[in-house]
C-alpha cells in the first residue's frame, strides 16, 4: 500500500486495540458530565443542542412544534382538493411556532413563487459535471453555484450590524427553498430524461410545481411530493443534516453554504442515502429469489441470510425510536390508499410483518421497527421513479424546510460559535491513571 499509508494502518490498529480495552473496562465512567462511551462513540445522546423546530420522542416520533405527525395531517392546510398537508404550512409552523390560516400558507407560497427563478449560470455550472454524476452531486454544486445571490454574504460583506443578521439569513433562507425544487428537477431531467426539461408552472404549489418540473403530472403523485416533503422536513437538531448545517452557520457562513454542507453529510450511507439502499435491497431479493412478491417464509430466510452475513435489513433501526417511525405509518397509509395492490408495496409490508420480530429474538436491537426510509422508495417507483439514486435529493429538498427555519431562529438568537472542547486518548490514559483529575464529575 504504500510506506506511509503501512505505518498509519498499523498505528491506527495499535490505538484501536487499545480504545476497545479502555471502553470495555472504562466506559460507563463519567468525564465531566458526559461518560468516557460517549465521547469515543458519536456523542450519542448527549444533550448540547437547542433547536425549537422540532423534537425527537422515543415513542411519538417527530413532533413539529410540539404536534405529531397525524395531529398535522389533520390540522396543517392543504392543496385544494388535496388531502396532505402543505409543506408551506410545516414551513411557517417550524419558523413562526403558530398552525397557519390557509391564507398564511398560501401566503408562503406566493413568496416561494415570486423568488424562484434560477439564474443561468447554476444551470450552466451543473452542465460543466459529467451527466454520471451522483446526483447529489450534482445537486450541492448548484447550491454552492447559487451562493452567488448571497444576500447575507454581501451584506456582511458591507459592514452589517449584528441585529440584522437574521433578516439576511431569513432572505437567503427564503431564496433558496424557493430555488431548490428548480435545481434538483433540472438534474433529474438532465440525467435521466435526455435533458428534456420543463418549466415551472406559477399555479402549482410548492411540492406540486417540483412533481410537475420533474414531469409528473398525476395528481396522486404531488399529493405523494406534499405528504414526503413534509414528513421528511426536519428531525431535530443532532442529525448529520440538521447539525451540520447549524455547525457551519455558526461561522457565519451565509444559508447557501450553510445548506451545501448539510447536504454533504445527507449524501452518506448512515443518513439520507439509506432510502436508495433499502430499494437496492429489495430488489436484490427479489432478484435472488426469482419472484417479484416474495412470501413472508422467503422474505425471513433472506432476511436470516442477510444478518448472518453481517450485513443490516437497510430501513430498520433508529437511533431514538422504540416504535414505528410514525413517517412509515404515513407513508403505509397512503400506499393503502392509493395502490394496495402494488407488488412492491405489498413486499415493503410483508417485510415490516417478518423484520421486527427477527430482530427482536437478537436481543441486541433496541429498536427493530421501520423507519422512515423502510417504504418512501416503493411509493415513488409504483409511479415510475425509478431512479433510486434521486431519492436522497427529494430527501434534501424537503430537510431545507427545518433546517433553514432553525438557521433563521440561530441567528435571531444570536447563537454563539459552536466549539466543543476535545481530547485525546493519551489524555485520557493519564486521567485513568489519577495523572489528571480535571474531567471528574
Known sequence: MGIIKD?????????SAEIKDILKTHGSRKIGEVTLSQVYQGMRGITGLVTETSLLDAEDGIRFRGHSIPELQKSLPKAKGGSQPLPEALFYLMLIGELPTEEQANRVTDTWQRRSHVPNHVFDTIESLPSSAHPMTQ?????????????????????????DYWDATFDDAMDLIARLPRIAAYIYRRKYK???HIQPDGL?????????????EDESF????????????????GNVSAHTTHLVGSAL????????????????????????????WIYEMREQLGVELPSKEQIEAYVRKTLSDGKVVPG???AVLRRTDPRFTAQMEFG???MPDDALVQTVWRIYEVVPPILSSLGKIKNPWPNVDAHSGALLVHYGMVEYEFYTVLFGVSRSLGVLASLCWDRALGMPLERPKSVTTELVKRWLDGKDEIWEG
Open 194 to 196: 435526455n435533458g428534456q
Open 139 to 163: 445537486f450541492v454544486v448548484g447550491i454552492m453555484a447559487l451562493q452567488t445571490e448571497s444576500k447575507f454574504s454581501k451584506k456582511y460583506g458591507d459592514g452589517m450590524s449584528k441585529k
Open 336 to 338: 393503502q390508499q392509493h
Open 253 to 280: 457562513s451565509d444559508p447557501f453554504l450553510s445548506f451545501a454542507a448539510g447536504m454533504n453529510g445527507l449524501a452518506g450511507p448512515l443518513h439520507g442515502l439509506a432510502n436508495q439502499e433499502v430499494i437496492k
Open 204 to 216: 402549482l404549489d410548492w411540492a406540486g410545481n417540483f412533481a410537475h418540473m420533474m414531469g409528473y
Open 7 to 15: 505505518t498509519f494502518r498499523l498505528k491506527a490498529d495499535e490505538v
Open 316 to 318: 430498520y433501526g433508529h
Open 222 to 237: 404531488m399529493e405523494l411530493m406534499r405528504l414526503y416533503m413534509t414528513i421528511h422536513a426536519d428531525h431535530e437538531g
